[in-house]
């Protein structure tokens, strides 16, 4: 029996929480502080410069092709930081805020001198309040959901996916994010994904990758999503700190011992340490900390 409300949602960021360790998906997917009845969060400089550099792109897709490049990105870049500007997008100092916000410029000059596939013509996946997302398994009650950056409608009426990439690190090869996003493409429209490719703004490479074929990209999605939903119902049963655990070990607040680097940060917000700082409420009534590195 499907049920949106029911159903378990699973994404790649969260499926890549689960795998980096169970932990990490508990607190940072499942857990609500007591307290203020919502999830947390950690921000970090290198997600706000993702999210400020995307925002300016993907905005694109609302103005014709041939208007695109007529905005002023910069200009559009400045309205966009001023949302994660200081502590609420993880900054520390002026002087980290200011390397990463020149990042985002040079990224953005790239893009203007060269805007590759942006003045072409895209297509838009559905979506209303939520991201794209459809039935991953409707006998399992499992939700996929993601939201593709940028999506290429080619001249022989095929698609090309393109992810926007603001960091420096290459996307690994078992990264489930291709296999996602063609799931998704295939389950919400009805043309032929025929290219995939990672584009890195900073370098302004862009990598074309081989399309995983659709039943296995289903097979690896489901293999991981199956084990997220088992997860799941078992910790109703046994409970969260039973099933969600971390291969290292439990953390030990006092001794701080266990825990990995992953899950850490977020023990580190339950323990109250004193390298955790409230910064806000962000989207989807989110606690936002900063966990700070301690000397």
């Known amino acids: 029996m499907t049920d949106k409300y029911t159903a ?15 932990r990490l998906y ?7 502080d007591k307290k203020t009845g919502h999830k947390i969060t950690i921000v970090n400089p290198h997600m706000s410069l993702g999210v400020a ?9 609302d103005y014709p092709a041939n208007e695109r490049m007529k905005r002023d990105l910069l200009l559009d870049f400045e309205e966009a930081w001023k949302k994660v500007s200081g502590k609420k997008g993880g900054f520390t100092s002026d002087e980290e805020e200011h390397e990463f916000k020149q990042r985002g410029i040079v990224m953005l000059e790239n893009v203007r001198q060269d805007p590759k ?3 072409n013509k895209r297509i838009k996946l559905p979506r209303e309040t939520m991201n794209p997302n459809f039935f991953l398994s409707e006998d399992h009650n499992i939700i996929l959901n993601g939201l593709v950056d940028w999506i290429e409608y080619l001249p022989d009426d095929t ?12 996307e690994q090869e078992t990264s489930l994010q291709l296999p996602i996003y063609l799931l998704l493409c295939n389950a919400l429209q009805k043309r032929k994904v025929s290219r995939a490719s990672y584009w890195y703004l900073e370098s302004g490479n862009v990598v074309e990758k081989e399309l995983p074929d659709a039943d296995t ?9 199956m084990k997220v939903k088992e997860a799941r119902r078992i910790a109703k049963r046994e409970g969260e700190d039973k099933v969600f655990v971390c291969p290292r070990g439990a953390y030990d607040s006092n001794t701080k011992e266990g825990g990995c680097f ?5 023990e580190k917000i339950l323990a109250g340490d004193e390298s955790v700082e409230f910064v806000g409420i ?10 700070k590195k301690m000397l």
């Open 282 to 291: 962000g989207g989807f009534n989110q606690d936002m900390y900063i966990v």
């Open 117 to 119: 596939f942006l003045v």
């Open 262 to 266: 992953n899950c850490i940060p977020y």
């Open 8 to 22: 378990v949602w699973v994404s790649h960021s969260s499926m890549g929480d689960f795998l980096k360790c169970p």
């Open 159 to 170: 698609l090309h996916i393109i992810d926007f990439k603001t960091g420096k690190k290459e």
């Open 26 to 32: 508990y607190l940072h997917n499942m857990y609500k």
């Open 53 to 61: 550099v995307h925002e300016v792109l993907e905005a694109l897709a």
């Open 217 to 225: 990209a289903y097979r690896d999605v489901m293999e991981v999503a």
